[in-house]
T-cell receptor, first 114, second 112 residues
C-alpha cells in the first residue's frame, strides 16, 4: 500500500532563509508525487507535481521539488522564504495504475519569523 | 473556471439533525473526492467517484454517512443523524485522470 511520511511536524525559519521540507513515500511502482499548501481556513492548493521526466520540478510561488527514486523522497525547497509562505504543506503520492486515490502525508506546518 | 465550489462554507447544527454538504466539481473532471480534515486525524479520504460512480467508500466512517453524485456537476455528502464527533472541515476535490486534485474551500461543520 502507498504511504507518505513527512518527518517534520513543525518547522520555523526566518524570512529570507532557505527552506527544505522533507517527504518520503513508500510505493512499489512509479508514483505520481505532489505538494500542496494550505493556508489557514483555506482549501489545499497544488504547488507542483511530478509524473515523469526531469526529476527537478518547478512549481508556483518559487517552490521546487526533486524526485529521488533511490531515496524514495520528494523534498520541497525554496531558496528564500517570504512571510506569506507560512502555512501547512502536504506531500501526496498516487499510483499510475491505481486510479486517482492519492495518499496524503500528515503535513508540515511552516512558521516564518520576521 | 470557478474551481470546485462547496456549500455551505460553515454549518452549525444540533446533534441528531441531518446535514447535507454540497459540491460542484470542475467541468470536465471525471473524479470527485470527499475528504474530512481534523486536527487529530489529518486528511481522511471518505469516498471517491469516477464518472459519477462510487469507486471506494471504505473511508466512510459509519452508515450515518452517505454520498451521492447524481450527475457530473453535483455531489452531496449527507450525515444523518449528526454527532459532535463529526465536527470537522469537509473538503471536496475533483481531478482529471493523471493530474493533481483541485480542492474546494471546504465546509466547516460544527455539531453541538
Amino acid at each position: 500500500a502507498q504511504s507518505v511520511t513527512q518527518p517534520d511536524i513543525h518547522i520555523t525559519v526566518s524570512e529570507g532563509a532557505s527552506l527544505e521540507l522533507r517527504c518520503n513515500y513508500s510505493y512499489g511502482a512509479t508514483p505520481y508525487l505532489f505538494w500542496y499548501v494550505q493556508s489557514p481556513g483555506q482549501g489545499l492548493q497544488l504547488l507542483l507535481k511530478y509524473f515523469s521526466g526531469d526529476t527537478l520540478v518547478q512549481g508556483i510561488k518559487g517552490f521546487e521539488a526533486e524526485f529521488k527514486r533511490s531515496q524514495s523522497s520528494f523534498n520541497l525547497r525554496k531558496p528564500s522564504v517570504h512571510w506569506s509562505d507560512a502555512a501547512e504543506y502536504f506531500c501526496a503520492v498516487g499510483a499510475k495504475n491505481y486510479g486517482q486515490n492519492f495518499v496524503f502525508g500528515p503535513g508540515t506546518r511552516l512558521s516564518v519569523l520576521p | 473556471d470557478a474551481g470546485v465550489i462547496q456549500s455551505p462554507r460553515h454549518e452549525v447544527t444540533e446533534m441528531g439533525q441531518e446535514v447535507t454538504l454540497r459540491c460542484k466539481p470542475i467541468s470536465g473532471h471525471d473524479y470527485l473526492f470527499w475528504y474530512r480534515q481534523t486536527m487529530m486525524r489529518g486528511l481522511e479520504l471518505l469516498i471517491y467517484f469516477n464518472n459519477n460512480v462510487p469507486i471506494d467508500d471504505s473511508g466512510m466512517p459509519e452508515d450515518r454517512f452517505s454520498a451521492k453524485m447524481p450527475n457530473a456537476s453535483f455531489s452531496t455528502l449527507k450525515i444523518q443523524p449528526s454527532e459532535p464527533r463529526d465536527s470537522a472541515v469537509y473538503f471536496c476535490a475533483s481531478s482529471a485522470r493523471g493530474y493533481g486534485y483541485t480542492f474546494g474551500s471546504g465546509t466547516r461543520l460544527t455539531v453541538v
